[in-house]
């Protein structure tokens, strides 16, 4: 089952934003706090990935 969470985005610094995640997704991903993630943009797509930094 697909879930849709709306979420605002939120300018943090000059050079910075932020989007908050749902607690929820926090737990079903077993990302934990300060944990090193990676995001993938998808080029002319309006799209990107977030997922867990792999060294």
Do not use: A, C
């Not at 910075?16 to 995640?21: E, F, K």
């Not at 607690?23 to 090193?36: A, D, N, P, R, S």
Request: aromatic share 12%; hydrophobic share 30%.
């Amino acid at each position: 089952m697909t879930k849709k969470f709306t979420r605002k985005l939120t300018r943090v610094s000059t050079h910075s934003y932020s989007v908050n995640i749902p607690k929820e997704l926090i737990g079903e991903f077993k990302w934990k706090e300060k944990q090193k993630l990676e995001i993938v943009f998808g080029g002319r797509k309006s799209e990107f990935t977030v997922r867990d930094w792999k060294k």
